[in-house]
């Protein structure tokens, strides 16, 4: 079986992994940091809202039972793009909306969607969400993987 990855940034990264967890056709998913100038940035130092890392989900899928197409429609449909460097009661540059493309043709689809969503006019305000090529992607602590699943939660109660 030939996998792709898929990273996304929608807020706190625990109901993003849920989110995309179960999900048939993804293959694994993990939590971590992306985007920002740490090299090996811990919870904390992302937390600080100085390293410019977003907290994301890295997916990895088996694109003949999932498309790219499908994810990037979950990813829209489960967070606010419009809200800039912000998601529900998260506040800060971690919790922005991203895309982080992993190929030209990613790029495309992740461009094309952004362009239908804002054409739609689903949402009154401009959609916010960042498209950028994908960094280095760092690991968060292994007691943020799974986190939900780990406390038989399906998303987080506010």
Not at 30 to 35: E, H, L, N
Not at 51 to 77: C, I, M, N, R
Not at 98 to 105: A, G, L, N
Request: aromatic letters at 12%; hydrophobic letters at 30%.
């Amino acid at each position: 079986m030939t996998t792709e990855k898929a990273t996304f940034g929608a807020g706190c990264f625990w109901g993003v992994e849920e989110t995309f967890r179960k999900l048939p056709g993804v293959v694994s998913t993990a939590v971590g940091y992306a985007g920002g100038s740490k090299d090996y940035p811990s919870y904390e130092d992302v937390c600080t809202d100085q390293t410019g890392h977003a907290e994301v989900v890295e997916v990895e899928f088996d694109p003949t039972v999932v498309s790219y197409q499908k994810l990037l429609e979950l990813f829209w449909a489960n967070h606010n793009p419009t809200t800039l460097n912000r998601q529900g009661p998260d506040v800060g540059t971690q919790y922005r909306s991203v895309i982080f493309y992993h190929s030209p043709e990613q790029k495309v689809e992740a461009e094309a969607s952004k362009a239908a969503l804002e054409k739609s006019a689903r949402y009154s305000r401009p959609v916010v969400t960042q498209i950028e090529p994908a960094p280095k992607f760092w690991k968060a602590e292994e007691y943020h993987q799974k986190y939900l699943q780990k406390r038989g939660q399906a998303h987080c109660a506010i």
